[in-house]
Every structure is written in structure tokens, then in C-alpha cells.
């Protein structure tokens, strides 16, 4: 690979583990955007190293070491991790802030995404995307993505929320800049924008509070009795904002895509509607192959991680897409098998930090494909019909997935 | 066959529950381990055994256990 220093390699990283990854560039006529990292997890690179690309950054490939770069707080922090580097950036909360204080929000957000939480809200995710599908069914195509995957869990999120849904056109447009947008100004007013947005929306809720997720935030109060600072509680909702929509948005991409092109997955999950131990297994398996989040950390101090020097601000992504198909953890990693039984994915992260959003984010996409199935049990892809824009980065997916079948 | 959570490495992926909600259920508080039956009846053992493996924090163990001398325990 050719090497290119723009920022100077700096002196802590040895000359051979040193390699040339832009995690941003999918090369043209790569049709899935996570081939970039099966690339590199098979060719001979060190399973720790350093980019000069984006900023300069480590990258791990092993899962031990993805696994520990979650755990292990002391040395990875989540505060200021951005890839390339931005700072100031919003101190998402809790997601920003490392063990113990994380607590504080974490402890807040945690029951209202409990597995017995989310069960409260099946009824709901079923009407929304019945709902959803019977708009389209009968057309015989849909792109799937603005049809669908972008608009579920963004109508999840409002209905979180209590927000009205005539204003669901409004949070399509902020998300869709916040994750598509390239354009410096755009980014840097869109963000002003969502802050606007959540401001009004929690001064709101403070006077009428309502049984949405919302009110609890704002209402809730500290050890001491008072409201968290105001801006934690804007935070925590910029945080529920955009770690809700993209993830969900793209892992659905991924499966359907996959459906679309497998007549027997199709099946299979269609043989299973009533049953569903079956049915999660195979979700469950879908997750491990179509892990779509690459996540970062910064270093807290200099030290040494496995025999590597690391310095303090250093940068390190953790994909989990790598991590999953760890031949030493996963039999015949490449291989879907929808009734994987050891599935030890880290899809949604482990350690302090586990997605908190991961039961409900994984019942959306259940439902989702159950009603999907009921309604239109066989699809493909359009052919020809540029599926393939696809984009890199902290989350990974596609621009568009044309999909028909016939009616 | 006795069946032990270790709390403190629990983070509440329910994978547990999800696999064998016979003796495994996740508290509303923050999603964690809840231990129904801690000796692990024999018909779901194997099931018992698939979720320790299935934990991806490593929470989980299973302990031989004469009955009798954990009859005065609950989870
Ligand atoms: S699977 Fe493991 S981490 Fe998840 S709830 Fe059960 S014990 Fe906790």
C-alpha cells in the first residue's frame, strides 16, 4: 500500500504498523461498504494499527482487543472521540462520559429500554409499521430506505418522544443533514438546528410533562433533589436524536438487501413467524454479519496496550464487523447460519457503554421484518438500479435499495 | 447444577432471557440479570449451558451443586 503522511507519522508508531486505510473510501464498483474492513481482516496487516488518514488513528482487528477497547475505560475513554478529530464537540450524555459518572443519565435512560420496557411497546411498533408497508404494498416497489428504513425508526423516536407526527417530515430532514450531509455550513447549522429543536421540545415538556421519554428526562432530578444541568439534558436528547435513526436506518438496509437476494432466508424466516425463539436466532444472526457501527475512542494517558505505545489523544476504531467474524470466536465466521446457536456478537457493544437503545433497536427490526413478511413474503432488487451507492464511516450503509415484487 | 451471575460484569444484553426465559429474566431497573431458578433443573441444562456461552460479557457460570446444601439460597 502506498503510504502518505499528511500529518507527520508521529514518533510512537513504528514504520511496519503503519498502513494506508481511509475508512471513509469505498472504492468504486464496491457494492457493500463493509468489504473494506474484510479486506484488511484478511490481508496481513498488524492486527493493531495506525492510519496517517482522517487525523491518524489506530484501528484493531482482533475482537479481544475490540472487546477490551470497550471494557477497559482506564486507558479508552468515550469523551471527545470524534474521527477526524472536532472539538469543542457535544458531550453526548451518557454516551460521552466515562464510568462512574456515565451513571448519572445512564441510570436514567436505562429503565425506559429495559427488555420489559420495550415489550410495552410492541403493540405500538406493529401498528407503525403495518402502517408503514400497507402505503406501498400494493405499488409493487419502494425504495426501501426513504420508504421505509428511515422513516420507521424516525416515527419510533417521535413516538418516544410525545411529539406529534405531522412532524415527522421536519425530523426526516434534520436527520437526513445531520447523516448525509457533506457541506461544512450545512453540518455546523444543522446542529444549532437540532439543539433549537430539542430546547423547545424540553422547555415544553417541563411545563406539561406527559408519559414519554422526553418528560422523564426533564423531570427526573439528581442525588440532590434538583434538575441535571440543562445542557446534559439537551445532550442526552441529541444523543437519543442521532444514535436511534442511522444505526437502525442501515441494519435494516443491510438485511433486506440480503433477503432480497436469498430466495432460502426468505423462507426461513417465513417458516418461523410463530415461532420466536427461531425467529430472534435468525435476527440475531443478521446482526452479527451486518454489524454497521464503527465506533471510537481516545486515549486517556500514554501507556502501553498488547506491546503497542499509545499516546494520550490518540484515536482508535473499534469495528464491529471485524470483531464479529473473529475466526477464534465465531465457527465458520463468513457463513450465515440463521441458527447459529453461540452468537457472542458485539453489534450493539459490550462493557459499560452497551447500546442502551439495543432491545428496542433489535425489536423494531423483528417487527419490522414480520409484518414485512406477512405482507409481501417474496421481493428482489430492482435490477440496475444503482442499490449500490454506498458510504463508509461511523456508520455504515446505503443511499438508496430499490426493491419490487408483484402484486 | 447450580447457575451464578456475576452483576458487576452483567450489562444487561438479556441474551440470557431471550434463550431461556425459564430461568433467566432481566430486572426493570436497569435490565440486568435476574436469576429465577438458581439450581438448574435438569431438563434445561443444556439450555443453561447454551446461555453461558451465549453471555458476551462473560457474566455467567455454572457450579455443581449438592442440592440440599444450597436449599436455604435464593437468587
Ligand atoms: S446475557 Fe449476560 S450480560 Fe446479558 S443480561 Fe444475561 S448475564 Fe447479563
Known amino acids: ?407 | 447444577m447450580k447457575v451464578h451471575v456475576n452483576l458487576s460484569l452483567c450489562q444487561g444484553h438479556a441474551r440470557c432471557e431471550e434463550i431461556c426465559p425459564e430461568v433467566f429474566a432481566t430486572d426493570t431497573v436497569e435490565g440486568k440479570c435476574l436469576i429465577l431458578k438458581d439450581i438448574v433443573p435438569d431438563d434445561l441444562l443444556e439450555k443453561a449451558r447454551l446461555v453461558v456461552r451465549n453471555c458476551p460479557e462473560g457474566a455467567l457460570r455454572l457450579s455443581r451443586d449438592k442440592g440440599a446444601a444450597a436449599e436455604g439460597e435464593t437468587a
Open chain 1, 1 to 407: 500500500m502506498t503510504l502518505l503522511f499528511q500529518p507527520p507519522r508521529p514518533d510512537h508508531v513504528p514504520a511496519d504498523r503503519i498502513v494506508d486505510f481511509d475508512f471513509f473510501h469505498i472504492p468504486p464498483g464496491m457494492t457493500d461498504p463493509a468489504e473494506i474492513w474484510h479486506d484488511l481482516r484478511r490481508s496481513d496487516v498488524p492486527r493493531i494499527f495506525y492510519t496517517p488518514r482522517n487525523g491518524g488513528h489506530w484501528v484493531f482487528l482482533d475482537y479481544a482487543d475490540i472487546v477490551e477497547g470497550y471494557r477497559n475505560h482506564e486507558i479508552f475513554s468515550t469523551y471527545q472521540t470524534p474521527i477526524p478529530p472536532i472539538e469543542p464537540f457535544p458531550v453526548m450524555q451518557p454516551q460521552g462520559v466515562d464510568p462512574p459518572d456515565h451513571n448519572v443519565f445512564r441510570r436514567l435512560l436505562a429503565p425506559m429500554f429495559t427488555p420489559t420496557a420495550v415489550r410495552g411497546m410492541v403493540e405500538e411498533l406493529e401498528k407503525r409499521a403495518k402502517a408503514l408497508i400497507g402505503g406501498f404494498a400494493d405499488k409493487g416497489e419502494c425504495d426501501f430506505i426513504q420508504d421505509f428504513a428511515a422513516r420507521y425508526p424516525t416515527g419510533t423516536f417521535l413516538y418516544l418522544f410525545g411529539l406529534s407526527e405531522d412532524r415527522l417530515g421536519e425530523f426526516l430532514d434534520l436527520a437526513g443533514t445531520f447523516f448525509r450531509s457533506t457541506d461544512p455550513a450545512a453540518r455546523a447549522q444543522n446542529v444549532v438546528d437540532i439543539y433549537a429543536v430539542l430546547e423547545s421540545l424540553f422547555r415544553e415538556k417541563e411545563r406539561n410533562p406527559g408519559n414519554d421519554i422526553a418528560s422523564a428526562i426533564v423531570t427526573a432530578r439528581d442525588a440532590d433533589g434538583n434538575q441535571h444541568p440543562w445542557q446534559d439534558i439537551l445532550n442526552c436528547g441529541f444523543l437519543l436524536f442521532v444514535a436511534g435513526l442511522d444505526t437502525v436506518t442501515n441494519t435494516m438496509a443491510y438485511i433486506w438487501r440480503y433477503l432480497a437476494t436469498t430466495p432460502a432466508a426468505r423462507r426461513h424466516f417465513r417458516d418461523r413467524l410463530d415461532d420466536p425463539d427461531a425467529f430472534l436466532r435468525a435476527i440475531e444472526e443478521l446482526m452479527r454479519i451486518n454489524a454497521v457501527s464503527n465506533l471510537f475512542r481516545r486515549v486517556t494517558h500514554d501507556c502501553t496496550f498488547r506491546g503497542v505505545a499509545l499516546r494520550k489523544n490518540d484515536r482508535v476504531i473499534l469495528p464491529n464487523t471485524v470483531a464479529n467474524r473473529d475466526p477464534t470466536v465465531f465457527e465458520n465466521p463468513d457463513m450465515i447460519d440463521l441458527d447459529r446457536k453461540v452468537n457472542t456478537h458485539v453489534t450493539f457493544g459490550v462493557g459499560p457503554h452497551r447500546c442502551v437503545g439495543s432491545h428496542l433497536a433489535k425489536r423494531e427490526v423483528m417487527v419490522s421484518l414480520a409484518e414485512w413478511l406477512r405482507r409481501i413474503p417474496d421481493f428482489e432488487l430492482v435490477p440496475d438500479s444503482g442499490e449500490t451507492r454506498a458510504f463508509g464511516g461511523s456508520v455504515m450503509g446505503f443511499e438508496s435499495l430499490k426493491l419490487r415484487w408483484d402484486v
